[in-house]
Structure formats: structure tokens, C-alpha cells
């Protein structure tokens, strides 16, 4: 097989079995004996437990067990938060190891947020373990409850815990604050913002479950669930949660129905049906359901911030500043606090060289449902804030918001260009794809495609967004520097068996990447074999080599060079072998298209199979090598790698409803090269749709008391297809100097600057009523409110 | 999404799934989608929401997309039920699958079967289909993954393939 099989848009072969409704599902698993597990949420945001009485439940019919807060004791510890705030002074709940912990499974004196759980129950069927749920009597004390970060660090408001003073996780900061408030002072322009991004819900079409199995023989826990990082929450399971042997706990990832950040968290069901499993005596399996999903999930965004912007009346930025208070919700997620501070704050610089930047950020606990990752977690709230600061500047100095970006934009000779804020970013021509995508939107007619909108009653907008976004987790030094617990290799495993069929066995689990295709294409390549020949397997901790995780876009980027350098491993061995028996060095021996030979003598050839068999056998290797095909990798990156793009959104408002039409979506992106086209598109279109949802409809509503109100799909609304039209997608392709592939994140980054060009695009569309900003989502009763208060305001009739 | 009506008994129920003559006793406050996927085993259709809003659990009743999780088990009483299962050529792809497959319209599959069954309705219903049309039909069902780019691609294309004008 000689054509290039890395970088063609190969059809996934995980495809036709998903067609099928084949693959199973946590959801879809059953096993012998296997009893159901429902949880008794916390009714309230925020309220002391007097007392939970179980007894009418227990005599229910098919109850098996009942469990509470304080029945955990000693049984299960806390969970433990793995990354805190980097650098500074940070508060957490207690943990025994003196980590810092994210609170119980099950409530014990205190509930803290809508969805805390406070009992868990066993039954035979998932039926009667709900209606037990309905049969507990808890007797609460309510306590108020603040749901805003400014509220919760206001004098005399609630406390949610005892060891955290004044709710405040930590006050983290990063850049130069004096520098920055001197430039801000002596700036010509200075441009104010305040802006509220607010909460989403990530909202995977999958709920999240769990599957606890206990073999009372050998006393071995094995959880099968939606996680999208199984060794690593074998880790925290069994060190710091079970206090088990690492050794005593297998974990299996199942086909996983999306996740996009939030199945990588550790989630108080996932001992829970451990424990459980071990108290009655058989498999005991967790479903969650929407409901509970929208309750308890973590959620993403939530940053209100207070920004400045600082130029020149010519157009260059001097200086950026952001105050931000970031709501952590009741808890620390496992990586919450990390993701609201370092990443979002470390990225507010964006595409731009600014010479004084500075960003803090109060992480702040409340009572809603706790922070954790959603698709361009911390890096798209980032990029909305400066996005919409850029264009902000523009508008207030009279430039074309390109213009601006162009002269501030860093230059390619510049890279890599450290971003003041800890980010070194290691390649690209950030101005290139902004060029590009103005060119396909017909930027440069923009004012007749306006006038042409105008006549049929809409009001068009063009709206511009840049971004770089720090991707591929990695490499474990740099990151325990950030306050991560943690290191961030991956790892692969190649078998060659003796019929020439190869099994590769990766450390990264898929959510819907088509990892099995993708990462069969790297073995493909270096193999020059069939790709129908590697086999992949991943997400079993008893059979994969380790990984940390599928997060931050590093799974191809962090996991595929492992892969390739032991690929690389097994051709080095062949050719060796080769060498051995064609009686020449092994640097004459090429091997290539699936053959070693030795130039000009082609004839003599050794397939794959050939060396694949000869080296199974043993009989005539090289002195000192060892037999068989078995080799491992592991790879940690040099540093993050930083794909980056920019995009156009042209939208159209209604002036009688103020409802958006997004019109046309051109998006290019550079996330280095491409291991599969038709997989990478596939990743940016979703990653869009997720900006777009944001930008037009998504929000999750709390009430005062902590209440959700979005509390289904038919109170938070996602897009559906008639909300987006076919993007228009260009890409280039520079390698990043980080890993051996030049591969870059891809599976989030395309989300980083979506809702700040569509943001951005409506208020171009309403600038000529004199509105400068929105917060999102912009429904129609955002926009036609401020259409009808701008112009109400102008004495004009509506 | 268990309401608390009379339950420990069960009502006949006689039915088709899948072309098979089916006898069951079920709860009355079984929901289609639950017997499918715990009475009958076919796990096919999904539970995304519970609300009808996602339509990962959409089956077919009388070549009809219906949301399972919508409807109780006893309304099927001598109904015809099309699962994804059923659905299923024997081998291989229906042409709609396999133009999904062509433009990678599936991602982490937990929507992929309602939507199969979703679209496989349209396309036997309409020979002539618009972008804007293929995009109202599926709005009853809901895809995090792909933004429904590749997948109404692949309609078209299949619209095209029946001999259709496809008009965009």
C-alpha cells in the first residue's frame, strides 16, 4: 500500500457499527444479578440537614440498601480537586491527605446546591428505587443562599464552608499590574467593558453513568462508566477516594455518547456504585437522566468581568486589563478552579502583541451546580472578552475592526512570541487566516451587502473574531507549575502478531473522535500496511497502557506522537532484522511502502509479514535482540501546542422580532496537521454549533434561592439544525515544533472565538443605534429589547 | 420519570416489532422506549431527555418517527414498531447510513439511531427536498456533535441519488 493514509479523509470505521445503533452504551449494559441505583437530590441551593428518615423507603418493595452521608464514613473519603488556582493562597473543603478535597459524595450536614446528593438508594429496578428516593423524609433547615460570586464575597453573606473564608477559593492573578495601570493612565484611549458570561450547560445528547461491580473472591472493584479518562480516575478512585491498591480497581470506558469537558470529572456516583457494589453482593448500575444531568453535571463559563482597553488614536493597543469573578459553584470541581483561573486568564491577550497586560480573577464558591470544562473551556471566554474589546476600540477611535486587528496582530517572525501572560505560543501567521476569511466573507463589499439586508427589513452585521487557544495538556512539569496534580504524557502500545495483523492499544479514550481510525492511521502510515490491519483498543485500564485523559484537545496532538515513536520502535526492529538477514548494516536497509530492501536490490524484498513472522519466531535475529513484536511509547510534549484561526459571522436581526439569522459562518483554522480531514471538519463543525449555541441561546438560569430553572432541553435550549446554516470551513496547516506529528488541538479550539464573532456581528448589526454591547445568549427578547429602549431612547416610535 | 400510578400488574399487550409478533405483559406506566430497550433488549433507541425534546429515542409506528420515551408501551397495542435494529439492513448500510458514513455524519452515535429513523421517514415520505426543509424536519432531533452539517449533507445527497431536483 503506498498512498499517504495519514492525512486522508478516510471514512471512520467505528461509522457503520454507530449507524447500526450497535455500540453499547453505559446505559445499555447489564450483567447478572445487576441492581439499580437512583439518588435523593437536594431540594434546596442551600440548607442544613436536621434529619433524613429512611425507614419508610427501606420497607419499600425490591429496596435493598439505603445509604447517607455519615454511613460513608470511613468507607469513602472525600473527593479530591486536582487543579488548584497556580502560584497563590487557595481554600478547599478537607480532604484527609491534607489535599485540597471537593466535598463528600453524599451530603453530610449540609446541602450547597440544587443537585448535592443526600442518600442513595439500591433496588432491584431503577423503578422502585426512584419511588423509594420519594419516600425519604429529610427535614431541612433552609439557609439563603447566593448564587453570584459578588454577592457570595460580600460582607455578611452565607458561607458555604467552614474552611473557606469568605467563599473566596482564591484571588489568582497573572501579567504586570503596575505596568499595566501606568499604561492604561498615560493611554489616549481607554475603552471600559463589563461583561457577564454567563453559566451553560455542556448538554451531551449521553447522561453520564456508572456500572460498580465487586468480586468478593479477590476483593477487585471494577467500575464501567462514562469516563473520558479512565487511568486517571482509577488514580483518584482508588489512592484518594476507596483508599485502595491501585491494583484492586479496573476502570472501562464503554462507547461514550459526547462529553465535551464534563465526563472527565470524578463524580460522587462513581465510588458510590463501588461501595455499593461491595454492600449488597451484586453489580449495581446509575443512570442518570436529563433532570439530573442539568443538576448536576458541571457546568461551564460564568465570569463577570470589568475590562479595560488602552490605545493610541492611531490604533494600537497599549494595554489590556481584566478584573473577573468567576463562579465555582457549591464545590471545586476535580479541575474547576484551574479552568476559571490560569486558563482563562493567561489567554486574554489573544492573537494580539500588547505590551501590558494584566488579569485577576476571583474564584468564587455559590451555591449552583459546580464549574468544570466546556468545549474551549477558560480560552473561549478569554477570546470573547478581548474579541469584543478589540472591536469596542474600533468603534471608539472610528477604525475598521480588521484594520485594528491587523496592526496589532503578532507577526509570524515574531513567533514564539511570549504572550506576557505565561503563554508561549509556538507558531503561526495569525493575519493570514484573517485575511482569509475576510476575503471569502466579501468583507470589503460589506456596506452593499448592509444596504441590500436594509431593504428587506433586517439589519446585517459583519463580526470578526481571532484566536489562539492553548491546546494538548502538557508537558508535566509545566503544568504541576500551574497548580495541576497531575502529569499529562500519554502512551501507546504496539503488538505485531505473527500473521502480520497489528493491535495498537492507546492511552486516550474516545467521546466520539474516532480515535480508532485516526490513530490506526498513524500506525498505518509508518507501517505503509493496510489500515484494516491495526486493530485499536483503548479504555481499559486493565488492558491499555496509561493515559491521563482526553481533555484540552490533546488526545491526537499528545497521544499520536506516542503513537508514532512506537511505531517507529517496530520499524527500527525490522530493519535491523532485515539488515541481519540481507548480511548489511541496518543504515543501508530503507523500509518503505510495507517492504525492507536494500536500494537496487528491491527484488529481495521483506514484507511486514515477512519480518513480522521471522521476529515472532526468533530464530535468526540479530545477536542480543529480544523476540517479539511488543513496544511501548510514551511521549510529553515540550510544551502546549496553540492552534488558532480566525472567523466571520454575518448575521441578519429582524427590526420587528430581534431575532438573529446567522446567515454565513467562515471559519479558518490552523490546528497544525491533520490526521484525518473528514474527522478534523467534523470536530470544527461541532465545535461551532456548541459557540453558536452559546452566543444565540444557551444559558442556565438560577433563581435567587438557588433554584434551577433550565432544568430540561425544553428550558435550555441548544441549536437544532434549522439554526445554523452550512459553514464555510478553510484551514492552513502549520505544524506546531512541540511533537513530532506538528499536531495541534482540534477538538475544541474551532469553538474559542464563535460566540465573539457572532456577538460581535450583531452588535455591528445594531451599531447604528447607537447599542455597543450584549450579553449573551442574544435571544430575540435581548435584541429587540435593546433595539426598543435605543430607539424609545431616540424619541422614535417602535 | 417514574409517575407513581398503580403499579405491580401488568396489561397484555400485542404488538409487532421489528416484523415479529410480540406478547407482553407490561406495567401501564411503562414507557415504549423502556420496553423496548429493557423487556425486549433492543438498546438501540437511546434516552437522551426524557421529554421528548431530543428524539434520540425515536422509533417508527407505521413507517411514522414517533418518540418513544413519549409514549406508553400499552398505546402500542397492535401497533407495528420499527427499531433501529429493525430497520437494519441485514449486512451493511441502508443508502442513508451509508451517506452519513460518506460524510461522517455521526460522531459519538447517541443520536444516530433516532435521527436514522428520523430521516428515513423523510426521505420515504418526499422525493424533492430542500436544505430548509431537510433542516425543519430534523429539528426534533438534537445533535451536540456534528451541528448537523455533515449529516444534512448526507440527506441531500441521498435526495439527490432518488432522482429528486435538489434545490439548495
Known amino acids: 500500500m503506498s498512498e499517504q493514509v495519514l492525512g486522508s479523509p478516510v471514512k471512520p470505521r467505528e461509522d457503520p457499527a454507530l449507524l447500526r445503533g450497535e455500540r453499547e452504551y453505559t446505559a445499555d449494559l447489564v450483567r447478572p444479578g445487576m441492581v439499580h441505583m437512583e439518588f435523593l437530590r437536594s431540594e434546596h441551593g442551600h440548607a442544613r440537614i436536621r434529619s433524613i428518615d429512611t425507614a419508610a423507603a427501606l420497607a419499600m418493595p425490591g429496596v435493598l440498601k439505603i445509604v447517607t452521608g455519615p454511613d460513608l464514613e470511613g468507607h469513602l473519603m472525600p473527593l479530591p480537586c486536582i487543579w488548584v488556582p497556580g502560584g497563590v493562597e487557595s481554600h478547599f473543603p478537607p480532604h484527609p491527605y491534607g489535599l485540597p478535597g471537593a466535598g463528600t459524595a453524599l451530603a453530610t450536614d449540609r446541602v450547597r446546591f440544587i443537585g448535592d446528593p443526600v442518600a442513595a438508594i439500591v433496588a432491584e429496578t431503577r423503578a422502585q428505587a426512584a419511588e423509594a428516593a420519594r419516600a425519604i423524609r429529610v427535614e431541612y433547615e433552609v439557609l439563603p443562599a447566593v448564587v453570584t460570586p459578588q454577592a457570595a464575597l460580600a460582607e455578611g453573606a452565607p458561607q458555604l464552608h467552614d474552611a473557606v473564608p469568605g467563599n473566596l477559593n482564591a484571588l489568582w492573578s497573572c501579567g504586570d499590574a503596575a505596568g499595566t495601570d501606568k499604561a492604561i493612565a498615560d493611554a489616549p484611549v481607554v475603552v471600559d467593558l463589563e461583561l457577564h458570561n454567563r453559566r451553560t450547560i455542556n448538554s451531551p445528547l449521553e447522561p453520564r453513568g456508572a456500572l460498580g461491580e465487586y468480586d468478593a473472591r479477590t476483593g477487585d472493584y471494577t467500575l464501567t462508566g462514562t469516563s473520558q479518562s479512565p487511568h486517571n480516575h482509577r488514580f483518584l478512585l482508588a489512592a484518594l477516594v476507596l483508599g485502595i491498591p491501585f491494583t484492586k480497581l479496573r476502570i472501562v470506558s464503554p462507547e461514550i455518547g459526547g462529553s465535551f469537558g464534563t465526563k472527565g470529572y470524578l463524580y460522587p456516583d462513581m465510588p458510590l456504585v463501588l461501595h455499593l457494589a461491595k454492600e449488597v453482593g451484586r453489580p449495581v448500575k446509575w443512570t442518570d437522566d436529563r433532570y439530573g444531568l442539568m443538576r448536576s453535571t458541571v457546568q461551564g463559563r460564568d465570569h463577570r468581568q470589568y475590562a479595560k482597553i488602552a490605545g493610541t488614536r492611531d490604533g494600537k493597543i497599549t494595554a489590556l486589563r481584566c478584573t473577573s469573578y468567576a463562579n465555582l459553584g457549591a464545590y471545586p470541581s476535580t479541575i474547576g478552579p484551574g479552568v476559571a483561573t490560569a486558563l482563562m486568564g493567561r489567554s486574554i491577550t489573544g492573537t494580539y502583541d500588547i505590551e501590558h497586560a494584566f488579569c485577576e480573577v476571583y474564584a468564587t464558591f455559590t451555591n449552583t451546580v459546580p464549574l468544570g470544562a466546556q468545549r474551549g473551556s477558560g480560552r473561549a471566554e478569554a477570546t470573547f472578552l478581548t474579541e469584543r474589546l478589540v472591536d469596542r476600540f474600533a468603534a471608539t477611535i472610528g477604525m475598521d475592526p480588521a484594520e485594528v486587528r491587523r496592526l496589532n496582530m503578532i507577526k509570524p517572525e515574531q513567533q514564539p512570541f511570549d504572550n506576557r501572560m505565561g503563554w508561549l505560543y509556538d507558531s503561526g501567521d495569525y493575519r493570514e487566516t484573517l485575511e482569509m476569511a475576510l476575503e471569502r466573507a466579501g468583507y470589503a463589499d460589506r456596506e452593499a451587502t448592509r444596504r441590500s439586508a436594509r431593504e428587506r427589513g433586517k439589519l446585517l452585521g459583519y463580526g470578526l473574531a481571532s484566536y489562539v487557544a492553548v491546546c494538548g495538556v502538557g508537558p508535566s512539569p509545566r503544568i504541576a507549575k500551574e497548580g495541576m496534580l497531575g502529569g499529562s504524557w500519554e502512551s501507546a502500545n504496539i503488538r505485531v502478531h505473527p500473521d502480520g495483523e497489528t493491535t495498537l492499544t492507546i492511552g486516550v479514550t474516545t467521546t466520539g473522535q474516532s480515535h480508532e481510525t485516526t490513530f490506526g492511521q498513524i500506525v498505518a502510515e509508518e507501517f505503509g500496511v493496510d489500515l484494516g490491519t491495526v486493530q485499536v483498543l483503548h479504555s481499559d485500564t486493565f488492558r491499555a497502557p496509561y493515559g491521563q485523559g482526553t481533555y484540552g484537545s490533546r488526545s491526537f496532538s499528545v497521544g499520536g506522537p506516542a503513537v508514532r515513536l512506537a511505531a517507529r520502535k517496530v520499524v527500527d526492529k525490522m530493519r535491523a532484522v532485515a539488515a541481519h538477514q540481507f548480511g548489511v548494516s541496518p543504515e543501508k536497509v530503507v523500509y518503505e511502502g510495507g517492504k525492507a530492501f536494500v536500494p537496487g536490490s528491491e527484488d529481495k524484498a521483506k514484507t511486514f509479514s515477512d519480518l513480522a513472522m521471522a521476529i515472532w519466531y526468533g530464530w535468526d535475529l540479530p545477536a542480543g535482540m529480544e523476540p517479539a513484536i511488543d513496544e511501548t511509547s510514551v511521549f510529553d510534549p515540550a510544551d502546549f501546542n496553540y492552534p488558532y484561526g480566525a472567523h466571520v459571522a454575518i448575521v441578519e436581526v429582524d427590526e420587528a422580532t430581534g431575532a438573529v439569522d446567522l446567515v454565513r459562518y467562515i471559519a479558518v483554522n490552523d490546528v497544525g496537521v491533520v490526521g484525518n480531514p473528514l474527522v478534523v471538519d467534523g470536530q470544527i463543525e461541532g465545535s461551532i454549533v456548541h459557540g453558536v449555541g452559546q452566543a444565540l441561546m444557551e444559558v442556565a438560569r438560577y433563581d435567587e434561592s438557588g433554584a434551577l430553572l433550565t432544568d430540561n432541553l425544553d428550558k435550555y435550549a441548544i441549536p437544532r439544525a434549522y439554526d445554523v446554516p452550512f459553514f464555510e470551513l478553510d484551514r492552513t496547516e502549520t505544524p506546531t515544533q512541540h511533537n513530532p506529528l506538528g499536531a495541534k488541538g482540534a477538538g475544541e479550539a474551532a469553538t474559542v472565538p464563535v460566540a465573539a464573532a457572532v456577538t460581535n456581528a450583531v452588535c455591528d448589526a445594531l451599531a447604528g443605534l447607537g447599542i455597543t454591547h450584549l450579553d449573551m445568549p442574544l435571544t430575540p427578547e435581548t435584541v429587540w429589547r435593546a433595539m426598543n429602549e435605543a430607539t424609545v431612547g431616540k424619541g422614535e416610535k417602535r | ?168
Open chain 2, 1 to 168: 420519570m417514574f409517575p407513581c400510578l398503580v403499579w405491580g400488574f401488568g396489561m397484555h399487550i400485542s404488538l409487532s416489532v421489528n416484523d415479529r409478533a410480540t406478547e407482553s405483559e407490561v406495567e401501564p406506566r411503562a414507557l415504549l422506549v423502556d420496553y423496548l430497550r429493557e423487556d425486549l433488549g433492543l438498546t438501540g433507541a437511546k434516552v437522551g431527555c426524557d421529554t421528548g425534546q431530543c428524539g434520540s429515542c425515536t422509533v417508527l409506528m407505521g413507517g411514522r418517527a414517533v418518540k418513544s420515551c413519549a409514549m406508553l408501551a400499552v398505546q402500542c397495542q397492535g401497533a407495528e414498531i420499527t427499531t433501529i435494529e429493525g430497520a437494519n439492513p441485514a449486512t451493511g448500510l441502508t443508502d442513508l447510513q451509508e451517506a452519513l458514513w460518506t460524510q461522517h455524519g455521526v460522531q459519538c452515535g447517541f443520536c444516530t439511531p433516532g435521527m436514522v429513523l428520523a430521516l428515513q421517514q423523510l426521505l420515504a415520505d418526499e422525493k424533492v427536498l430542500t436544505e430548509e426543509r431537510v433542516r425543519r424536519e430534523l429539528a426534533g432531533n438534537l445533535c451536540r456533535c456534528t451541528g448537523y452539517q455533515s449529516v444534512v449533507r448526507a440527506v441531500l445527497s441521498v435526495a439527490g441519488q432518488n432522482g429528486g431536483p435538489v434545490d439548495e
